[in-house]
């Protein structure tokens, strides 16, 4: 596989669930991203990773938990959900954090929460 | 806040016709970029524009740059059926800093 995978594509999840989305990268990348996209808002930046630390972290819920196991794996964990979390989360990587460069996306999860 | 404001945020046209989105940021840049969304998948990068830029072309695509009016325009020409998606233009500051503007969603009509 090339890219960036993200599972599981689709998550219907009630407001008491514990679930997790996972998303891949096989580029090498040093830098990965967790954006949310909620319809008519403008992509919003949850978390960032580089070489596996976290070096961004924008207000975000703490039922919404991130792990980064290594600089290939990226998870989000997520806890006690709200039906305003539902919409469209995004990974992405990119060689290095602050480097100017393109951001690889993956094909989204699509979250519903009940 | 440096966001990207798209212009216009959606536009329809007939296919062969050409497709122009307008792109409005508020503070200095490094880079901008451009991305297409298909519905309900991932953005794709299309282009790369350097602040010492002022155009560059890709395909049918042509990105230009205006620093001092602080703008970028996109122009896809001679549009298809599946250039259908959304296009957002991305400002990356000079700390590295990326910031997506709301999107144009572009109708192509076969």
């Known amino acids: 596989e090339t890219g960036v995978t993200q599972t599981p594509r689709h998550l219907v999840m009630g407001m008491t669930n514990k679930k997790s989305l996972k998303c891949e990268q096989h580029?090498?990348?040093?830098?990965m991203y967790w954006y949310k996209q909620s319809a008519k808002k403008p992509l919003e930046l949850m978390f960032v990773y580089s070489l596996e630390e976290r070096v961004e972290n924008n207000s975000v819920p703490s039922r919404f938990s991130p792990e980064c196991p290594n600089s290939s794996h990226l998870f989000l964990h997520l806890h006690t959900l709200q039906p305003e979390d539902s919409a469209l989360y995004l990974c992405a990587s990119s060689q290095d954090w602050g480097a100017h460069g393109e951001l690889f996306f993956g094909e989204g999860s699509r979250l519903t929460v009940l | 806040s440096q966001q990207g404001e798209e212009d216009p945020q959606a536009l329809s046209i007939q296919e062969g016709e050409n497709a122009t989105m307008n792109c409005s940021y508020k503070t200095s840049i490094n880079n901008l970029q451009w991305y297409r969304q298909n519905s309900g998948r991932g953005l794709v990068h299309l282009i790369l524009?350097?602040?010492?830029?002022r155009e560059k072309h890709s395909g049918r695509l042509r990105v230009t740059l205006d620093t001092s009016k602080k703008s970028s325009s996109l122009l896809i020409t001679a549009s298809r059926a599946a250039d259908t998606a959304s296009y957002f233009c991305a400002t990356v500051s000079n700390t590295g800093k990326l910031i997506f503007g709301q999107g144009t969603t572009l109708q192509v009509k076969p």
């Open positions: 524009i350097r602040s010492n830029e």
């Open positions: 580029l090498g990348h040093n830098a």
